[in-house]
């Protein structure tokens, strides 16, 4: 009974030990596949290229793009999202039951403006279909996303209107301003 203990405690020593060498040992090449990355530099920001994504790290925090700063240079923003910085409450507002989903963009833009200690307030751009959330009126900073036509960024009063006519338009719109807001682009 004893000797299978002791086979047992011995068994379980040996399994956390390889367990444990193989965490240390994972994050050796972990640090060695980052190192492989493509790197690329833009406005002396380096970029970390992976298969399906653009890294970036601003201020020791992590941001991914699906988008090169590069491939966005010919959208312009005729509101500088750098002015909203010490805002006490900013809108990001949709239009209910659109043809386009904005909860991914939200939450990114959401994330980012929190961070820097902005207070948001989501909105809707109608009342109908719209839950107990404010409707948006832009005589205050906010940020309309919405499916259109043609895409474009237009500036309404405070409003920074992002429309899109599809899910990846609305995914550079979103990006390009994220990417001003770190100061990647201008």
Same mark, same amino acid.
């Given at each position: 009974?004893?000797?299978?203990?002791?086979?047992?405690?011995?068994?379980?020593?040996?399994?956390?030990?390889?367990?444990?060498?193989?965490?240390?040992?994972?994050?050796?090449?972990?640090?060695?596949?980052?190192?492989?990355?493509?790197?690329?530099?833009?406005?002396?920001?380096?970029?970390?290229?992976?298969?399906?994504?653009?890294?970036?790290?601003?201020?020791?925090?992590?941001?991914?793009?699906?988008?090169?700063?590069?491939?966005?240079?010919?959208?312009?923003?005729?509101?500088?999202? /750098?002015?909203?910085?010490?805002?006490?409450?900013?809108?990001? %507002?949709?239009?209910?039951? +659109?043809?386009?989903?904005? $909860? &991914?963009?939200?939450?990114?833009?959401?994330?980012?403006?929190?961070?820097?200690?902005?207070?948001?307030?989501?909105?809707?751009?109608?009342?109908?279909?719209?839950?107990?959330?404010?409707?948006?009126?832009?005589?205050?900073?906010?940020?309309?996303?919405?499916?259109?036509?043609?895409?474009? /960024?237009?500036?309404?009063?405070?409003?920074?209107?992002?429309? %899109?006519?599809?899910?990846? +338009?609305?995914?550079?719109? $979103? &990006?390009?301003?994220?990417?001003?807001?770190?100061?990647?682009?201008?």
């Amino acid at each position: 009974m004893v000797n299978k203990v002791k086979a047992m405690a011995w068994f379980i020593i040996i399994i956390m030990s390889f367990s444990i060498l193989g965490f240390v040992g994972g994050s050796f090449f972990t640090a060695a596949a980052t190192a492989d990355q493509d790197t690329e530099t833009y406005n002396g920001n380096l970029l970390f290229k992976s298969s399906t994504y653009w890294g970036i790290n601003s201020n020791g925090q992590w941001y991914y793009f699906s988008n090169h700063p590069k491939d966005l240079e010919s959208i312009a923003l005729p509101i500088d999202p /750098l002015t909203w910085l010490g805002t006490p409450k900013l809108y990001i %507002a949709y239009k209910p039951n +659109d043809n386009i989903n904005t $909860t &991914e963009q939200i939450t990114q833009l959401s994330s980012m403006f929190a961070q820097y200690g902005t207070r948001i307030q989501s909105a809707c751009t109608v009342d109908e279909g719209c839950p107990d959330i404010p409707l948006i009126k832009c005589d205050a900073p906010g940020i309309i996303l919405q499916h259109a036509d043609s895409t474009a /960024l237009i500036q309404e009063q405070e409003c920074l209107t992002l429309n %899109a006519a599809n899910d990846e +338009d609305l995914q550079k719109l $979103t &990006e390009r301003l994220i990417y001003r807001f770190l100061g990647i682009m201008s």
